[in-house]
């Protein structure tokens, strides 16, 4: 029930294209879903986060969907370009818990 | 100016060996993390301290033991290292308020241990 389920493993998009990382829950009370990029070499770094009371947020190029019924959500990057190629871990989170819950990781390579 | 610190970025150790990680956030958080990520990319939370006090303590082996001499810091203290230690382990830091679960962690650049 603490899992998070992310997929595809790997993704390899030309560039321009749209790049869509999804991930599922089991856990009702997770109620913060941030995703991380992490660059070869580097920690991980907060991309853009939703709380379940809204069904989309977008920030430039990145947009989460999330379906609460469905207990899904996914990462859209449009226009993906080569400086976007990096893992992408999708997380969840619940109030007072301190943990954080983290996916496996999707490799994405954005080819010129 | 970074935020979160970590030294040193690669060890190399023999099994068998006892070896530390430091850890140093100066983003005046309240809580700290240890985070171990494997070959296949997985992180998997270790360890967490808020206020110097430790909340968080997975199924870790006996053998690491962290600790978190005030709240800018958190060590890791390895022991009789093994094989199957090697990966590269993570610090992080946030600030936890009110309970809230919306609070950015913030990572450290790594520290890739290898045991040989």
């Known amino acids: 029930q603490q899992q998070v389920k992310q997929s595809p493993q790997s993704l390899i998009v030309q560039k321009g294209g749209i790049s869509i990382i999804n991930c599922a829950y089991e856990?009702?009370?997770?109620?913060?879903f941030p995703w991380y990029q992490q660059f070869p070499g580097k920690g991980p770094a907060l991309l853009i986060a939703?709380?379940?009371?809204?069904s989309e947020k977008k920030e430039g190029r990145f947009t989460i969907s999330f379906n609460k019924s469905a207990k899904q959500f996914s990462l859209h990057i449009m226009d993906s370009q080569p400086g976007d190629s990096a893992t992408y871990f999708c997380?969840?989170?619940?109030?007072?818990?301190?943990?954080?819950?983290f996916g496996a990781g999707t490799r994405l390579f954005v080819k010129a | 100016d970074t935020a979160v610190s970590q030294t040193p970025k690669y060890l190399v150790t023999q099994m068998g060996n006892d070896k530390s990680i430091k850890c140093e956030q100066n983003?005046?958080?309240?809580?700290m993390y240890w985070y171990k990520q494997d070959s296949k990319k997985f992180l998997k939370i270790m360890f967490s301290?808020?206020?110097?006090?430790?909340?968080i303590n997975e199924t870790v082996p006996n053998r690491f033991s962290p600790k978190s001499p005030d709240k800018a810091h958190l060590n890791l203290h390895i022991n009789s290292l093994e094989l199957g230690d090697s990966a590269v382990y993570f610090c992080?830091?946030?600030?936890?308020?009110?309970?809230?679960?919306?609070?950015?962690?913030?990572f450290g650049p790594g520290t890739r241990l290898t045991v040989l």
């Open positions: 983003l005046g958080h309240d809580t």
């Open positions: 992080a830091s946030s600030q936890e308020v009110g309970g809230r679960s919306y609070n950015e962690q913030f």
């Open positions: 997380a969840a989170r619940g109030a007072g818990g301190f943990k954080t819950i």
């Open positions: 301290y808020n206020n110097k006090e430790l909340i």
């Open positions: 856990n009702t009370a997770f109620d913060y």
């Open positions: 939703i709380r379940p009371d809204v």
